[in-house]
């Protein structure tokens, strides 16, 4: 899996520190070879892809399109203003957060989900295999 960044430069984000998270994700669960896009955007634009696809006319802080197993496998869409704010509210750098959410991004498009409880654990486990000290939970 290729992951390119998208927008990173607009919002001023180091995505140096993602590359051994991404990484050590690999290496924790199984990944579709080709190229997943994470694009970084801002609160109007995240809503709007929510009301969208989701019928939730609010922001949120991540969304993920799984396209299978094509050139591009997926997309990762990371609201760069709500990460800010839950970055201040759990006292952690914004480059934190913004990881936090590729991953939990990136298990979504690997057929990861939350909707019930036991997969909601097996999710946050994987979250905490990858990012330790990052993911609380």
């Given at each position: 899996m290729e992951v390119k960044y998208l927008n990173q430069k607009d919002f001023d984000i180091k995505i140096a520190s993602f590359s051994s998270y991404i990484k050590k994700l690999t290496d924790v669960i199984?990944?579709?070879d080709g190229i997943l896009n994470v694009?970084?955007?801002?609160d109007k634009y995240i809503r709007a892809l929510n009301k969208a696809?989701?019928?939730k006319d609010e922001p949120t802080d991540v969304l993920s399109f799984s396209y299978g197993p094509d050139d591009l496998i997926g997309e990762?869409?990371?609201?760069?203003e709500t990460a800010e704010r839950q970055a201040k509210e759990h006292k952690h750098p914004l480059s934190d957060e913004l990881i936090r959410l590729i991953v939990h991004?990136?298990?979504?498009v690997h057929g990861?989900?939350?909707?019930k409880e036991v997969d909601?654990?097996?999710m946050l486990a994987k979250e905490k295999e990858v990012l330790?000290?990052?993911v609380e939970g």
């Open positions: 199984e990944v579709q694009v970084f955007v801002n696809y989701r019928d990762v869409y990371v609201s760069v991004g990136i298990l979504h990861y989900d939350h909707e909601y654990k097996k330790g000290k990052i």
